[in-house]
């Protein structure tokens, strides 16, 4: 989270001395993507015969659309919304990621809605609250008079990124079924590389706009490296241990099979990653008000608190989903027990008897008294 807040102020302040969103987007792409697929190519050859590097032509496609998700929609559009709003306003959306990937968990049918279940209802009301909140800040940000730079235009972008952050972890992770975390993330930066030159040929087109000021350049090192190369690769290990839904920050949710017995303890489902989101809430409009001068906005932190409460109800509903797994588990246990406790009657005199063929072949041979044949 503190990186994320050192990467929003450094980017907000790029941008604020004219630095090009498009042109610093596609900047961090190649520069990460220098380190990205060396690494990986490396670390598969020291592996030899067992080593995975190049993407299979059925799997091309499925990058492709990774790095939309991951690259053109998350980062790109983060740029974007940089230029319409503030650095504090954008990282009040932060906590809304693991409500966003839930969301996204149940439109793709990785995760059910039960109506039984107290827990569905929960993690249904945290993201109606969640989506109230967001909506209020963009609501109350908006002036008829804007034209050039509308707010509105800038929390558009952001609701899209927020909504690719939740959606590409559970894309990603059938792609960590086949390839090395680090060669999804390379291949994934790749195809995310081209979609972004394609944005940044079309939108980009006066000169001026390709001149990098120093701050600018500051921002494009400081996210390539730490923001993108570094902690993509982070989320993308996590990602093949545990599920979407935790690498997004909340309990590890039952998405897809649990984490490998190899995990950590980190692992656990009861370790509350949910809790750092509001740390970038805190941290990014300090540094944006003392290094930026930007105001901060009374409606904001109303907004912000909205969506705490979608996070906190979240997390709420993870407890609750585990105590009605467990409970679910013991009443499975306790039904079980009780069939093996009632034996039939008749199995005990069915043992009794000689099964057809073990003395005599069929009833008549018995009363014949046939001999036993010799084998």
């Known amino acids: 989270m503190t990186i994320f807040s050192g990467y929003t102020v450094l980017m907000k302040g790029a941008?604020?001395?004219?630095?090009?969103?498009?042109?610093?987007?596609?900047?961090?792409e190649c520069l990460a993507l220098c380190v990205l697929l060396p690494y990986a190519?490396?670390?598969?050859?020291?592996?030899?015969?067992?080593?995975?590097?190049?993407?299979?032509?059925?799997?091309?496609?499925?990058?492709?659309?990774?790095?939309?998700?991951?690259?053109?929609?998350?980062?790109?559009?983060?740029?974007?919304?940089?230029?319409?709003?503030?650095?504090?306003?954008?990282?009040?959306?932060?906590?809304?990621?693991?409500?966003?990937?839930?969301?996204?968990?149940?439109?793709?049918?990785n995760e059910n809605f039960h109506r039984r279940l107290v827990s569905s209802w929960l993690k249904a009301t945290a993201i109606v609250v969640t989506l109230g909140g967001a909506l209020f800040i963009a609501l109350m940000n908006y002036s008829p008079k804007a034209s050039a730079k509308n707010p509105l235009l800038g929390f558009a972008y952001l609701l899209v990124n927020k909504i690719a952050v939740g959606a590409y972890p559970v894309h990603q992770k059938a792609l960590l079924q086949k390839y090395p975390s680090h060669v999804v993330v390379a291949w994934g930066y790749a195809a995310g590389a081209v979609l972004t030159l394609m944005s940044a040929?079309?939108?980009?087109?006066?000169?001026?706009?390709?001149?990098?000021a120093p701050s600018g350049?500051?921002?494009v090192v400081y996210s390539a490296?730490?923001?993108?190369?570094?902690?993509?690769?982070?989320?993308?290990?996590?990602?093949?241990?545990?599920?979407?839904?935790?690498?997004?920050?909340?309990w590890r949710a039952s998405l897809f099979a649990p984490a490998r017995a190899a995990a950590s303890p980190f692992l656990t489902p009861t370790h509350p990653r949910a809790g750092f989101y509001p740390l970038q809430m805190v941290l990014t409009p300090l540094l944006a008000t003392s290094l930026l001068a930007e105001p901060f906005h009374s409606t904001d932190a109303v907004g912000g608190v909205f969506i705490i409460i979608g996070l906190?109800?979240?997390?709420?509903?993870?407890?609750?989903e585990a105590r009605e797994e467990r409970e679910a588990q013991g009443a499975l246990a306790a039904a079980a027990?009780?069939?093996?406790?009632?034996?039939?009657?008749?199995?005990?005199?069915?043992?009794?008897?000689?099964?057809?063929?073990?003395?005599?072949?069929?009833p008549l041979e018995a009363a014949e008294g046939k001999p036993e044949r010799v084998p």
């Open 15 to 28: 941008i604020s001395h004219g630095s090009n969103p498009l042109v610093l987007g596609l900047l961090r």
């Open 41 to 109: 190519y490396v670390r598969e050859r020291r592996r030899g015969a067992e080593g995975r590097f190049w993407v299979a032509k059925d799997d091309i496609g499925a990058f492709m659309v990774l790095g939309l998700l991951m690259i053109w929609c998350v980062q790109l559009l983060s740029a974007l919304s940089l230029n319409f709003i503030t650095a504090s306003q954008y990282a009040l959306f932060s906590p809304s990621v693991p409500v966003f990937c839930l969301l996204v968990s149940w439109l793709s049918n």
């Open 201 to 212: 040929a079309t939108g980009a087109t006066d000169a001026e706009a390709w001149v990098v």
């Open 217 to 219: 350049w500051a921002a």
């Open 225 to 250: 490296l730490l923001s993108s190369a570094l902690n993509y690769l982070l989320m993308a290990w996590v990602n093949k241990l545990a599920s979407p839904l935790f690498v997004m920050g909340a």
């Open 312 to 320: 906190a109800l979240l997390m709420r509903a993870k407890v609750v």
């Open 337 to 362: 027990a009780g069939a093996a406790a009632v034996a039939p009657p008749a199995l005990a005199e069915l043992e009794a008897v000689p099964a057809i063929g073990s003395e005599w072949d069929t």
